[in-house]
């Protein structure tokens, strides 16, 4: 059994455990009084980039440029990108890469922590109920940002297709990492300016063609300078999707980089 089958074995085995059993918060101990494994005290302390009942916002960041946004600003971009045209559709991130979430996504990446995972998913399931309230407002397949398959061999998954997988069994949307492969190995984006980002990740995405006219949401773990995902849009756009947005569980503020 290959690395990658026996991680989505174990995440099968934690599914199964996870509907027959109490559900305990992976930060105080305490059980949960709802299907993921956190506390209500414990979320409303998550670093949040939306307003809702019980939530404090943490900061408000332009979701294209990540720029500081006033807390009362109405749009969810800044003056200088509202002036640009947008790929997405929609684009849904819950959280600023902070304090524990930049932990849990850290833990998911380089400590193949699959629970961090499943949370992460569930989390992200939330905020797009949140926010796309009526079903036809949502996608037809979930596409995580693709591994080159030598550094998806070395790393034994996909982290991001790990929190696609849980928002889409929550959603009951199908994720399809099959229909997009990463054809170009790059060096690591961690540390890159914008620029780059955009010259190193030009052209390593191929989509299949089986993706023409569906409604398509891009799913990722962290939306940094944005270059990774603007060049899997361009190449969805090329295969003529319907429809295309992009959900994140994170987004850094302006000047930051996530490791």
């Keep these: 059994m290959g690395c990658a089958q026996g991680l989505r074995t174990v995440s099968q085995i934690m ?7 109490p559900h305990y918060c992976c930060f105080c101990h305490s059980r949960s009084e709802s299907n993921i494994d956190l506390c209500r005290f414990c979320h409303c302390c998550f670093p949040v980039l939306y307003a809702e009942k019980g939530f404090r916002f943490h900061r408000k960041l332009c979701m294209q440029c990540g720029h500081s946004l006033d807390i009362d600003f109405s749009d969810d ?34 400590r193949s922590h699959l629970p961090s995972g499943r949370l992460l998913g569930l989390l992200l399931a939330g905020h797009v109920r949140r926010m796309l309230p009526s079903i036809d407002d949502w996608p037809e397949v979930l596409i995580p940002v693709p591994l080159h398959l030598r550094r998806r061999m070395e790393r034994g998954f996909n982290h991001t297709e790990e929190i696609a997988f849980w928002c889409g069994r929550a959603l009951d949307i199908p994720v399809k990492a099959n229909l997009v492969s990463r054809v170009e190995e790059t060096e690591a984006l961690a540390g890159l300016s914008r620029a780059e980002r955009i010259q190193t990740v030009t052209g390593v995405f191929q989509a299949s063609e089986q993706l023409f006219n569906k409604r ?13 995902t603007q060049e899997l849009a361009r190449e969805l756009l090329d295969t003529q999707v319907a429809q295309l947005q992009l959900w994140a569980v994170a987004r850094t503020p302006l000047g930051s980089v996530a490791s």
């Design 15 to 21: 599914q199964y455990i996870a509907s027959r059993f």
């Design 77 to 110: 971009k800044c003056a200088e990108c509202g002036i640009f045209s947008s790929p997405y559709a929609h684009t849904l991130i819950p959280y600023s890469f902070d304090p524990p979430v930049d932990l849990l996504i850290k833990k998911l990446k380089y």
């Design 216 to 228: 398509v949401a891009v799913v990722d773990d962290v939306l940094t300078t944005g270059a990774t």
